[in-house]
């Protein structure tokens, strides 16, 4: 009875570890998910600046009239255009290279 009753208890420990380790790997995994989204919308940020600086180096626009509405379309289109291409497998590289570097310190 006695060596049932330790088998039993062995057997919970187990289970409580395991269940700690997969809790931990869970978490890394999230945390790693967490880090790669956070690095992608660096990358957005960074582009979508990139890409308003080079819009403000064109010349206005001679069959368009410049208007405020025509300003905010112009900057939400920067943005979309900021956000896929970041989205994307072909991007910048500036994600990639953000998350190796940080990957280390989770």
Do not use: W
């Not at 420990?13 to 790693?32: E, G, V």
């Not at 994600?95 to 570097?101: G, P, T």
């Amino acid at each position: 009875m006695d060596i049932d009753l330790i088998n039993q208890n062995l057997a919970k420990a187990n289970l409580s570890k395991i269940k700690k380790q997969t809790s931990d790997f869970d978490r890394n995994i999230l945390k790693k998910k967490e880090l790669k989204e956070a690095c992608a919308g660096f990358e957005a940020i960074f582009l979508h600046t990139m890409i308003k600086s080079m819009r403000k180096s064109l010349p206005g626009d001679k069959f368009l009239n410049d208007s405020h509405g025509m300003d905010i379309y112009k900057s939400m289109y920067d943005q979309y255009l900021a956000e896929e291409l970041s989205k994307s497998r072909t991007s910048i590289g500036v994600k990639e290279f953000l998350y190796h570097q940080l990957k280390e310190s989770l």
